[in-house]
C-alpha cells in the first residue's frame, strides 16, 4: 500500500507534467521558430501558470491540493482546446538534433565540461533530495512564507509574523515552492524550482549566444561553463530565488534580442514575473536595457520600452498589497544604505567579485603586499607595450598580468582550504572543516576562478570580434553588464559579501560570450582546468548541507542528514531546541510562536508540514488553541498557566499547557 509521501510525489509528478505541457501547448500555439525559444516560452508559461492559479485560488482561500489540481487541469484543457482551433501547431523541433549533439561532443572541452557539468548537479540533486534545506535565510523566511500560505490557503499577509519579510517581499519564487509543498505534501521537492531555473538559465545563455553570433559549440561551452560557477553550484539545490530571478531576467534578455510582437510579449512576461520574485531584479535593470537597447535598430526602442514598462507594472502587483496591508509601498522594510564612501563600498564589491569572499575587507586582494605587486605587474605590462612598441604584445602582456593579479589571489585561499583538509584527515587540526574567517555559501560565495579569467580573455578577444563583424556589438555590453551592475549596487546599498548572487543574471549575461575562448585552446582547457578544481573544493567543503568530505571525519556517530541537526547547524541554529522540535512535539500539534525578528521560524514545522503554527501578537497574547508555546531567544512571557518542556542555554523555551 502507498504511503503519504508516495502518493504526494505521485501527485506532484503528475501535476507538474500538467503543468508542462500546458505551458509546451501554449507555446506551440504562438508559432515560435526555434527549439530555444520554445523551451522558454514553455519555462515561462508554465510559470506563469502556478503563480496565476495561486494568486486566483487565494482570493477565497481556497489554496489547497484538491482545488490546485483541479485548476491545474482545467488551464490543460483551455490550452488543448486553443491548440486544436489554431491547428495544432507542431513545437519546432531542432533540425538534425542527434547529430548536432554528436558534433558537440565530438570537441573534447565541450565533452569534458558538459561531463563535469552533468556529475556535478547530479550529485547536487541527490543532496538536495535527501538532506533538509539548511541556509539561512530559507529558514528565516523563504520557507516559512510558503509554509505559511500553505496553512492559511492563500498567498496573502500573515498575522502577527514577527519578520516583515514574510510579508512584504515580492512572493512569485515561494509561491513555486509552496505549490510542490502542496501538491507532495511535505518538503522534499522545494529545491527544485531552482534547479529547473538553472536549467532554463542555461538554455537562455545558449539561446543569447546564439543571436549575438557564436556558433553551437560556444553557446554550448557558455551555457555549460555558468552552471559550473560556485555560487551557482551552491545556489541550485537551496530555497532561495537568486537564480530564479536570474533564469526570468535571461529569458526576458533573450526575446528581447527577437522582433516579432509575440516575443516582446513573453519578454515582457518574463520580466514581470522577475519583478514579482525579487526587488534585487531593478539593480539589473540598466544592464539588461543597455544590451537589448544595443542589439536592437534604434526605431526599435520606443516599443521596446513600452513593453518592457507593461511588463514592469504587472510585475510590480505585490507592492500593491504591501500598500493596501501598510500604506507602505515597500511594507516597511529599508534598506541598508550605509555611511561609507560609495567608491569604498564598489572596491569591497569588486573584491568579492575577484576572488573567494575572506573577512569582510581583509582578502588576500586588498593586502597592501598584493597590491603592491599588481601595481609592479601593471608597469611591467605598461613597459612592454612601450619598450615593445607592438599593440598586440603590449595587450598579451596587459592581459597575462590582469588574470594573473586575480587569479593568484584565489589560488592561495583554495591552497589555504586544501592544507587545512590535510591537516584535518591526519588528525592535526580542529575546529571548522575551512580556514577561519573564510565563508563561503550559497550566499557569500562569489563565481569563481574560471569566471574570472572567462571575464577578462572574453573582453578582448569580444573586442576583436565586434571589429571584425562576426559578432553583434551588443556582446561587449553583455561583458560590460557585470560591472555596471556591481555599481548600481555600490550606490543603492551598503556593502555586504552576501551581495556577489545577485549579479548572477549579469554573469549570465557576460558568460553568453564566453564561448569566444573555445577557439583559443589553451583558454579553454585552462577554463575546464580551473572549473574542475572548484568544483572539487566546492562539493566537498562549501556546500551548505553536510555532504561531501565533510562526512568522512565528523560525527560519524551521529545522523548528519537529521533535520534538526542540518538547521541547527547553519549559524543561528539551537541543536538542542531544534532536537526537541523534531523529536519530541507530535507532528500534528498547534504551536505558538514568540521569537524576535532574524530567528529561525522553519524548524518549528515538521517535514510534512503538518503542525499549525500561529505567532503570539503584539500584545504577547497567545492563541487559545496552541498547545505548545515556543519562545525563542529575546523573548519572554508570562507563563504562569504553562509547564516548561525545555529551556537551552542558547535562550529557547518550550513549554505547553
Known sequence: MATLAEVGTLVLVLSGGAVALTGGVLAASVRLRSTVSFLLATY??????????????????????????????????????????????????????????????????????????????????????????????????????????????????????????????????????????????????????????????????????????????????????????????????????????????????????????????????????????????????????????????????????????????????????????????????????????????????????????????????????WSFGGFVVALVAAAAFVVLGRRRAGARAMLVGAAVFVAVPMLVIWARVAEHVLDRARGSASGARVPEGLYESAMHSSYGLAFVVGLLAAGVLVVCAVRLGTVSVAAIMALASVPLTLVFLSIALAYDPQHMRYLAFPAALATATFGVVLDRRILAWTSVALTAGTLVVTLGYFSPRPAGLALLRENRDSDRTSRWLVQAESGRGDPEAFRFLEEEIPTDATLALAVVRDTYLYPVWDAGLRRTVLFVDENEAVPEEAEWLVMGPGKSLDTESWRLALATEGGWRILRR
Open 44 to 369: 515561462l508559461l508554465a510559470s506563469a501558470e502556478i503563480v496565476a492559479a495561486s494568486l486566483v485560488l487565494s482570493t477565497g482561500r481556497w489554496l489547497e491540493r484538491d482545488a490546485l489540481v483541479v485548476v491545474i487541469g482545467a488551464t490543460l484543457a483551455v490550452a488543448l482546446a486553443c491548440w486544436i482551433r489554431l491547428g495544432r501547431p507542431v513545437p519546432p523541433l531542432p533540425a538534425g538534433g542527434a547529430a548536432s549533439v554528436r558534433a558537440l561532443v565530438r570537441d573534447p572541452v565541450v565533452a569534458t565540461l558538459g561531463a563535469l557539468a552533468v556529475v556535478t548537479h547530479v550529485y547536487v540533486l541527490a543532496v538536495a533530495l535527501t538532506v533538509p534545506q539548511g541556509i539561512g535565510d530559507a529558514l528565516l523566511y523563504h520557507l516559512p512564507r510558503a509554509a505559511l500560505w500553505k496553512q492559511q490557503h492563500s498567498v496573502a499577509y500573515v498575522n502577527d509574523a514577527p519578520d516583515e519579510r514574510v510579508n512584504t517581499f515580492p512572493p512569485n519564487a515561494e509561491i513555486e515552492s509552496m505549490a510542490s509543498m502542496i501538491l507532495s505534501g511535505g518538503d522534499r521537492y522545494v529545491s527544485l524550482v531552482q534547479f529547473l531555473a538553472l536549467a532554463f538559465i542555461c538554455v537562455a545563455i545558449f539561446g543569447i549566444a546564439r543571436r549575438l553570433g557564436f556558433d553551437r559549440r560556444q553557446a554550448a561551452f557558455a551555457a555549460l561553463l555558468f552552471s559550473t560557477f560556485t555560487v551557482v553550484v551552491l545556489q541550485a539545490p537551496t530555497a532561495l530565488n537568486d537564480l530564479v530571478v536570474a533564469s526570468l531576467l535571461s529569458v526576458c534578455a533573450y526575446f528581447a534580442l527577437g522582433t516579432p510582437r509575440r516575443e516582446l510579449t513573453l519578454a515582457a512576461l518574463a520580466l514581470g514575473l522577475a519583478l514579482g520574485t525579487k526587488l534585487t531584479a531593478v539593480f539589473a535593470l540598466p544592464a539588461l536595457a543597455l544590451f537589448v537597447f544595443a542589439a536592437q535598430p534604434r526605431r526599435t526602442w520606443m516599443r521596446l520600452a513600452l513593453f518592457g514598462a507593461a511588463g514592469a507594472v504587472a510585475g510590480s502587483y505585490w507592492l500593491g498589497v504591501n500598500l493596501a496591508e501598510t500604506g507602505r509601498l515597500d511594507g516597511g522594510v529599508t534598506l541598508d544604505e550605509g555611511a561609507d564612501p560609495i567608491a569604498e563600498r564598489l572596491w569591497l564589491h569588486l573584491r568579492d567579485l575577484l576572488e573567494l569572499s575572506d573577512e569582510e575587507g581583509k582578502g588576500f586582494l586588498v593586502s597592501p603586499t
